[in-house]
């Protein structure tokens, strides 16, 4: 296996990130957000470049690349914290590709249509307004549902907006525990994305901010917890990309990698985020600071398709079965 991103992939990083830094700024993220709505023009420009579309095979409208490209737009669109429906769309797409239902694939890969996938009884990003709805229920079996059973949500994330179904009944998809171990993969990248972002906020802030004549960044407690917050990110992209490589090369580690990386991300996001709050000092706490986005999107994040303490619990099954198997 590959242990950095191809040239490509990373030119597809190059890419994204310098797009983003253009039209997906701070300003523009409080501008969105505060108004509750998507960005609608940085959403039809994706859709132009067929980010929604990119792990989706290319008879079906999409670019066919891997999981890897995947997760490196998360990632991208995770640090900006940008408000466009990219991952209900995304997730969508790839649960459908995996059941068979080609129908929407062209339109949901161009951005045409928005979509949303998620757990039957949680909540889902990006529903209010999809076109098209997946659920899964506790045993990875998915549902077509219809977009008007989708009960719009409150959120303290106002960077996206969440939906609850209401009525989980629709048509059968049949068995999508692949298709989910590939949403959290992608779920895992967004939180490395935001891990990122809070990371670089932060030591940006501590080298300008003084106290006693000197920056803030000299100090050994503060030094400390940004260094635990580099653990936090690093651990979660290794997890994170280890897994997306699995999806594509050997798709029978998914399970326990996807598990690992949602279980790693899920709890070292939140806890990254809430250092940036604490190393922005008092300015931290406030509206006006931009970390409060990021601390928002990793809770929401972190309790997605599963909370740590979950993919915890599933990690034990899948290796207590595993030796149950080698040892019979």
Known sequence: MRFTLSEDQNEIKRTARDL???RAGTAALREHAEAGRYDDALWK???????????IAEEHGGQGLGLVELCVLAEELGY???????????????AL???????????LASGEARGAF???DGLIPDAPGADVVVVVDAEGNGT????????????????????????PEGRPLGDLCAALGRALVVVSAELVGVSQRALDMSVAYVKERKQFGVPVGSFQAVQHRAAQMLLDTE?????????????????????????????????????????????????GFTWEADVHWLFKRAQLDAHFLGSAATHRARISALVAAARATTTA
């Open 20 to 22: 983003l830094a253009a």
């Open 80 to 94: 900006a914290c940008a408000t466009v429906p990219f991952m209900g769309s995304a997730l969508a797409a790839l």
């Open 45 to 55: 420009q994706l859709g132009e470049l067929g980010w929604p579309g990119i792990a």
């Open 118 to 120: 998620g757990a039957a």
């Open 97 to 107: 590709e995996a059941a068979g239902e080609t129908e929407w694939l062209p339109r």
């Open 235 to 283: 651990g979660g992209r290794s997890a994170t990309f280890f897994a997306a490589w699995t999806a594509d090369a050997e798709p029978e580690r998914l399970a326990s990698a996807a598990a690992m990386a949602k279980a790693w991300t899920s709890d070292r996001a939140r806890d990254a985020t809430a250092s940036a709050i604490q190393l922005h000092g008092g300015i």
């Open 144 to 167: 077509l549902v219809e977009p008007g059973a989708v009960e719009t949500v409150v959120s303290i994330d106002s960077t996206r907006r969440y939906g609850r179904v209401t009525t």
